[in-house]
């Protein structure tokens, strides 16, 4: 009954999305346009680099040489190996989806457990700060964006340090993440025009995943329009109606529906716009960032709906700020 149910909803979802997709041709086309142009005006040149050269750190080994120099900083913190800490210092500095592959790389070659990668998964998977600074912060014009990038970072951090210090599940499994074994030494190579070749073509292959999914997810974006177009027309007050489309869209590609939040706040000025709004919803990440970190997690052993619970989790927190401060 549950299948035949779900096997329903996705017939007349995709017989909807079809019919949409010939009666506003234009919009959908439109929609795609401004999907592939976020991917490659903004994606590949704040991303592709950063995914080549860690794929290449992580194959090579290199990567534990800068945990070593991380310990200082992040391990009198964490008190975590130090691959671990490669983990997390590049999840944050290089954004999403870099903190899913460098965590899939690192399952891959066999250097973390599957309860390792499910505890830096759980809060190293955010947007970038490059990504912050030449897409999110300009659009909603913030002033004192430092505030903003500190504020977006010490929420997922913060968690991370709960996780690791007062959630149970983790407190049990504290001598498998507090053990470095000096023994991964050895798997680094002289090999290193094949680890770049592997994190060449692996980057390429996830860059272009990315990049479809934003195509895609941002087609469906027709569906939130059509949502503010009937409530404009049966709500007795339709003051909202934009407002509650462009929330929808964020949750089902993030870059699309900032966009029209942004639009919405330029064009009327009476409706506020909390400034943590945006931030909750860019932590949650929307539909297409979640389909985006499964792809990269296949064949893992990660599951998807822990990841979307820690998420969840933490765009909560966000939103807890919009009705504190």
Same mark, same amino acid.
């Given at each position: 009954?549950?299948?035949?149910?779900?096997?329903?909803?996705?017939?007349?979802?995709?017989?909807?999305?079809?019919?949409?997709?010939?009666?506003?041709?234009?919009?959908?086309?439109?929609?795609?346009?401004?999907?592939?142009?976020?991917?490659?005006?903004?994606?590949?040149?704040?991303?592709?680099?950063?995914?080549?050269?860690?794929?290449?750190?992580?194959?090579?080994?290199?990567?534990?040489?800068?945990?070593?120099?991380?310990?200082?900083?992040?391990?009198?913190?964490?008190?975590?190996?130090?691959?671990?800490?490669?983990?997390?210092?590049?999840?944050?500095?290089?954004?999403?989806?870099?903190?899913?592959?460098?965590?899939?790389?690192?399952?891959?070659?066999?250097?973390?457990?599957?309860?390792?990668?499910?505890?830096?998964?759980?809060?190293?998977?955010?947007?970038?700060?490059?990504?912050?600074?030449?897409?999110? /912060?300009?659009?909603?014009?913030?002033?004192?964006?430092?505030?903003?990038?500190?504020?977006?970072?010490?929420?997922?951090?913060?968690?991370?340090?709960?996780?690791?210090?007062?959630?149970?599940?983790?407190?049990?499994?504290?001598?498998?993440?507090?053990?470095?074994?000096?023994?991964?030494?050895?798997?680094?190579?002289?090999?290193?025009?094949?680890?770049?070749?592997?994190?060449?073509?692996?980057?390429?292959?996830? /860059?272009?995943?990315?990049?479809?999914?934003?195509?895609?997810?941002?087609?469906?974006?027709?569906?939130?329009?059509?949502?503010?177009?009937?409530?404009?027309? *049966?709500?007795?007050?339709?003051?909202?109606?934009?407002?509650?489309?462009?929330?929808?869209?964020?949750?089902?590609? /993030?870059?699309?529906?900032?966009?029209?939040?942004?639009?919405?706040?330029?064009?009327?000025?009476?409706?506020?716009?909390?400034?943590?709004?945006?931030?909750?919803?860019?932590?949650?990440?929307?539909?297409?960032?979640?389909?985006? *970190?499964?792809?990269?997690?296949?064949?893992?052993?990660?599951?998807?709906?822990?990841?979307?619970?820690?998420?969840?989790?933490?765009?909560?927190?966000?939103?807890?700020?919009?009705? /504190?401060?």
């Amino acid at each position: 009954m549950k299948k035949r149910l779900i096997q329903l909803i996705f017939t007349l979802f995709c017989c909807s999305f079809l019919v949409l997709l010939f009666l506003y041709s234009k919009e959908c086309i439109a929609l795609a346009s401004n999907g592939l142009l976020i991917w490659y005006r903004n994606m590949i040149p704040s991303l592709f680099p950063f995914m080549v050269l860690s794929g290449f750190m992580v194959r090579s080994g290199l990567s534990y040489k800068i945990g070593q120099w991380l310990q200082p900083i992040l391990g009198i913190f964490f008190r975590l190996p130090s691959h671990m800490l490669y983990a997390i210092f590049m999840g944050f500095l290089c954004g999403f989806p870099m903190g899913a592959k460098i965590v899939a790389d690192m399952l891959e070659k066999e250097q973390i457990t599957l309860k390792e990668g499910e505890f830096l998964l759980a809060f190293c998977n955010n947007i970038g700060p490059l990504y912050m600074f030449g897409y999110v /912060i300009p659009l909603f014009d913030y002033q004192k964006a430092w505030r903003i990038l500190v504020l977006m970072y010490l929420v997922p951090l913060g968690y991370g340090f709960y996780l690791r210090y007062f959630s149970p599940l983790i407190r049990k499994t504290f001598p498998l993440l507090s053990a470095c074994s000096a023994s991964k030494e050895n798997l680094i190579s002289p090999n290193y025009l094949s680890y770049f070749q592997q994190s060449l073509f692996s980057s390429i292959e996830q /860059i272009t995943l990315l990049g479809g999914c934003m195509v895609f997810f941002n087609c469906l974006l027709i569906f939130p329009k059509m949502l503010e177009f009937f409530l404009s027309q *049966t709500m007795i007050n339709s003051y909202y109606s934009p407002f509650l489309s462009a929330i929808f869209s964020s949750l089902i590609e /993030i870059g699309g529906g900032l966009q029209q939040l942004s639009l919405i706040s330029n064009k009327n000025n009476s409706l506020s716009l909390p400034v943590f709004l945006p931030l909750a919803l860019l932590t949650f990440g929307g539909l297409s960032c979640i389909i985006q *970190t499964c792809s990269i997690l296949k064949n893992t052993g990660l599951k998807i709906s822990t990841y979307i619970k820690h998420k969840f989790v933490q765009a909560c927190i966000f939103i807890l700020f919009i009705f /504190i401060l």
